[in-house]
């Protein structure tokens, strides 16, 4: 409902008491009223907004609606941007280790989020406010822009369409908020690695029915890995207009500029540390940067046809491109200390459009209460990927000393030369039934026709498929308590899979089912919230990549099934916490020669957990000053898919400091990795595994303009 309406409620409620308290004996002479002036404020938190502290209420990621999160069925993990600004972290990645179940996996050298995974299943797949963001390779989402991070747990496909059935990850971005204000952030940290952050908000007019807001971001960061360094500007502008009481538009962009070095880490012989240092860089340095640019423009028309129902429609453009050349290491050479290497030309370039109308309303079936969702979805991707070879000997270099500085190859040139083009259209329903004061219930379902066309020029191959895909989900919660809820659901997913085979035939599509119970609980009069489920997941058509041939191939079946825990909230008014813990067996049930059955899932560790705590003094000089400490703990995992190499666990243990010297200034102090722990942090293979960073030390200054 739009502000207006509420200050003309306001206005009726206040009226009719007052007029209802006039003597009619003087009713002629009237005595003058004066009232002092009231303030009206609400503690209600929008799914949009900021969270205050860690403990998110109330989220739009699960349901495309304004839900309570102990009312839905389903396992949700809300991690606030308060959690990386805390850390002095600027890694999404690092956000997701307290998401509870979400797992590292390949980062195409260091260029983008390009795949995690979430209750053992691996994706590449994440959203920004309910759209794709992931199609093509876009650079690593900007923490400058985000408000807030949500993992929806189990198959979702019901609601956002083709996705794995481990989870979906939805970022929610900064929105333009009606009151002023101007946020300076900048820090330096070790190996000389510095950023600046500017978040300007800005009312546009008296009435604030026009906001403005700009997120701007600068980066220039080394490494503690040789040779390696990034660089990166970010921009994201928005403006929201209050067109009238009952019409609202939102207007969003991003635009990043982004250059890395290419870097596929180490490698371990006889899976091993074995002398190799974590710093060692592979590549030739002067290969130069891998670039990526991207563009993003969104916009968003929302218009309440009465106090019941909404109508809203939003459309989401993205471009972007990556070239550079690259000298990537091959598997350990018989010799024992080298390692041949390619030399690779990539260029690549995507544009994604998506148009989504939705129809959103309250209505009583009976005793019933009801909100039903019904949504359409039209998405039009383009992307063209080339990946060239350039031969010429053995380009070899030694992992314990190696000498740099050799002559580029300049042979005859190989590769893949490949245009995808995906056109989807989508028909989505949903309805959150109330049946009783203790008893709720979801159902959902969503029919999609996509038609995937491949042309691999390199091979003079090409391939077409249409597929018309069914998901559905459905939940139950019941309130045993005013602070606990037990729910269960079930749900389907559904995926196209990339590529083509041997033969140059397109891959049948992944589709998969998720089961899940689990109990949500509010704690110390609702400060803390937890949610402990159980689930069983399987997926069938899964494509496995051989690293010996760099093709994929159909693998068959796989099975995940554990239970994963989180804990958020203010345990007292100094002291904010959130937690996580997993316990996830994702393995193969059907495969082949190459990943047999029985083989662990790459990356995926059975046990997994993470805390922050942090205290906040609430008097004195230190006043608003704060200190914490977290903890991430990750277990072994497959280091190679269908192999015995396996990444061994680690845990890590950072300090935080924040000084607040004036209502303005905050200087800020984290330590990360206190122990100095060595650790792998991700594999593709024993030949491409990415070490984890040493001790760290960042300092902060924050200021409020």
Same mark, same amino acid.
């Given at each position: ?463 077409? @498929?249409?597929? /018309? #895909? ?5 939940? *139950?919660? $019941?309130?045993?308590?005013?602070? %606990?809820?037990?729910? &269960? ?80 909230? @203010?345990?007292? /008014? #100094? ?5 996580? *813990?997993? $316990?996830?067996?994702?393995?193969? %049930?059907?495969?082949? &020669? ?112």
């Amino acid at each position: 409902m739009s502000s207006r309406k509420n200050a003309s409620r306001l206005r009726l409620t206040l009226g009719l008491p007052l007029g209802l308290l006039g003597d009619p004996v003087f009713a002629e002479e009237p005595l003058p009223l004066e009232l002092d002036a009231i303030s009206v404020t609400s503690d209600y938190e929008s799914p949009t907004g900021p969270v205050t502290g860690y403990r998110a209420t109330r989220s739009s990621s699960a349901t495309k609606t304004d839900a309570a999160i102990r009312d839905i069925p389903q396992a949700i993990s809300v991690v606030p941007a308060g959690v990386l600004k805390d850390l002095g972290s600027n890694s999404i990645e690092r956000a997701l280790d307290f998401a509870g179940g979400v797992s590292k996996q390949n980062n195409f050298g260091g260029l983008t989020l390009y795949e995690y995974s979430v209750r053992g299943f691996t994706t590449s797949e994440f959203y920004k406010d309910g759209f794709s963001a992931n199609r093509g390779y876009p650079s690593t989402p900007d923490t400058a822009n985000i408000e807030r991070i949500e993992v929806l747990k189990g198959p979702a496909a019901s609601l956002y369409g083709r996705g794995d059935p481990g989870g979906t990850v939805n970022i929610v971005t900064k929105k333009p908020q009606p009151h002023a204000f101007t946020t300076l952030q900048t820090n330096a940290g070790s190996w000389d690695r510095y950023r600046t952050a500017l978040d300007v908000n800005a009312p546009l007019d008296e009435q604030a029915d026009v906001l403005s807001r700009i997120n701007l971001a600068i980066e220039d960061n080394h490494s503690f890995r040789d040779h390696v360094s990034s660089k990166r500007v970010f921009a994201a502008p928005s403006l929201s207009w209050q067109l009238n009481p009952d019409t609202s538009l939102l207007v969003e962009s991003e635009f990043v500029r982004h250059s890395s070095t290419f870097d596929r880490g180490i490698v371990a012989p006889d899976n091993k540390w074995s002398g190799v240092s974590r710093s060692t860089f592979l590549g030739e340095p002067d290969d130069g940067d891998i670039d990526n640019h991207n563009n993003m423009l969104q916009a968003a028309l929302e218009h309440h046809l009465n106090d019941g129902w909404k109508l809203r429609l939003a459309s989401h453009y993205k471009e972007g491109k990556l070239w550079g050349y690259a000298s990537e290491s091959r598997p350990l050479n018989a010799d024992g200390h080298s390692v041949n290497r390619r030399y690779r030309e990539r260029d690549s370039n995507w544009h994604d459009s998506i148009t989504q109308l939705e129809l959103r309303g309250l209505f009583d079936l009976g005793s019933w209460q009801h909100e039903l969702l019904v949504g359409t979805e039209y998405e039009n991707f383009r992307k063209n990927e080339r990946v060239t070879t350039i031969a010429g000997g053995r380009y070899a270099i030694d992992i314990y000393n190696p000498i740099y500085g050799q002559p580029k190859p300049d042979g005859a040139r190989s590769g893949s030369d490949f245009f995808e083009h995906v056109e989807s259209h989508a028909l989505n329903l949903q309805d959150q039934i109330i049946f009783t004061d203790k008893l709720r219930g979801m159902i959902g379902v969503r029919f999609e026709h996509f038609d995937q066309r491949i042309d691999d020029h390199s091979r003079a191959a090409s391939s077409r @498929q249409s597929h /018309d #895909a069914l998901t559905q989900r459905a939940g *139950l919660l $019941y309130q045993l308590t005013p602070q %606990t809820g037990v729910f &269960a659901n079930a749900s389907s997913s559904f995926k196209p899979n990339n590529g083509l085979d041997a033969s140059g035939k397109a891959f049948k599509p992944e589709e998969g089912i998720g089961y899940e119970i689990g109990i949500k609980n509010e704690l110390f009069d609702e400060r803390l919230s937890s949610t402990l489920a159980f689930f069983h997941i399987e997926k069938e058509n899964v494509l496995a990549l051989d690293p010996r041939t760099d093709t994929s191939r159909a693998m068959g079946k796989a099975r995940s099934q554990g239970f994963d825990l989180q804990v958020t909230g @203010q345990v007292t /008014d #100094a002291v904010r916490v959130i937690g996580a *813990l997993a $316990y996830i067996d994702a393995e193969v %049930t059907k495969g082949d &020669a190459v990943v047999p059955a029985g083989s662990r899932i790459l990356g995926v560790a059975r046990r997994s957990g993470s805390l922050l705590g942090v205290y906040e003094f609430q008097d004195g000089l230190l006043r608003g000053s704060d200190v914490g400490t977290a903890f991430t703990y990750v277990g072994d995992r497959s280091g190679e898919a269908g192999s015995d190499f396996e990444l061994p666990a680690y845990h890590t243990v950072d300090l935080l400091a924040h000084y607040k010297a004036s209502d303005n200034v905050t200087v800020g102090l984290n330590l990360n990795n206190l122990f100095d722990e060595k650790y792998y942090e991700r594999s593709y293979s024993n030949y491409w595994v990415n070490p984890g960073e040493p001790r760290t030390f960042t300092v902060s200054l924050t200021l409020n303009l």
